[in-house]
């Protein structure tokens, strides 16, 4: 059974970090790209951060490059993603999501998502 279970959401002031975990079971977690989206309320879900299956490359949105950071454990079976000098408008839900692409299909998961809210 697969399962992708974020946990580290929370309530934090402006200008305060929060650390999201994401741990996989049910699927080799080390053969797929992970990502981080998050979704605010009447918005689209957007693409926050990616990592390769070997962590050796990854990518974030503008919006929180230098203040977010991606990161995997390979035998913990888990990503990262450690967020710093939080603002108001990353309050969302964010979600992990495990990608890979094989002979022409796509084999995707997604977790239950853990819900960060910044505000004084």
């Known amino acids: 059974q697969v399962q992708l279970v974020e946990s580290g959401g929370g309530l934090v002031q402006p200008g305060g970090s929060l650390r999201l975990s994401c741990a996989a079971s049910g699927f080799t977690f080390s053969r797929y790209a992970m990502r981080w989206y998050r979704q605010a309320p009447g918005k689209e879900r957007e693409l926050v951060a990616s990592?390769?299956?070997?962590?050796?490359?990854?990518n974030y949105a503008d919006s929180v490059k230098g203040r977010f950071t991606v990161s995997r454990d390979n035998v913990k079976n888990t990503v990262y993603l450690q967020m710093n000098s939080l603002k108001p408008e990353d309050t969302a839900v964010y979600y992990c999501n495990a990608l890979r692409v094989t002979l022409g299909l796509a084999y995707a998961y997604w977790g239950q998502g853990t819900q960060v809210t910044v505000s004084s």
């Open positions: 990592i390769t299956s070997d962590g050796g490359s990854t």
